[in-house]
């Protein structure tokens, strides 16, 4: 599995910005069976949870920083996963990093990094005025 992540950019406080993660899978309907999410990385600090959801994104998880300001969803048409956000303020800029794991939503282990074997290249997001 490859993962593509884009959309980052600069955007002032309070704006909005879109994130792709376009998924590269050998069988198309391979791609349901994975939890997909999203983390984010200020330089010299930790990787961080930011969003998950499972299959069909019927059910969603946030880090507390960002509930009711992002929204994780998928079109699995498309092998595509998607972090709407708005309301950006400047602590949310980062590397933000796309990821899969095959563990099941119900584990719910997708709040660990450790738990997804596939990563993207990450995307910058930048939030200053």
């Known amino acids: 599995v490859q993962l593509q992540a884009s959309g980052g950019g600069l955007v002032q406080p309070g704006g909005s910005l879109s994130l792709s993660c376009q998924a590269s899978?050998?069988?198309?309907?391979?791609?349901?069976?994975?939890?997909m999410g999203w983390f984010r990385q200020v330089p010299g600090k930790t990787r961080e949870f930011v969003a998950a959801?499972?299959?069909?994104?019927?059910?969603?998880a946030y880090t507390d920083s960002v509930k009711g300001r992002f929204t994780i969803s998928r079109d699995n048409m498309k092998e595509t996963v998607y972090l709407q956000m708005n309301n950006l303020k400047a602590e949310d800029t980062a590397i933000y990093y796309c990821?899969?794991?095959?563990?099941?939503?119900?584990?719910?282990?997708?709040?660990?990094?450790?738990?997804?074997?596939?990563w993207g290249q990450g995307t910058l997001v930048t939030v200053s005025s």
């Open positions: 899978v050998d069988t198309p309907s391979h791609y349901t069976s994975f939890v």
């Open positions: 990821a899969a794991t095959s563990i099941a939503w119900y584990d719910n282990l997708w709040l660990s990094e450790k738990q997804y074997q596939f």
């Open positions: 959801c499972n299959w069909n994104a019927g059910s969603t």
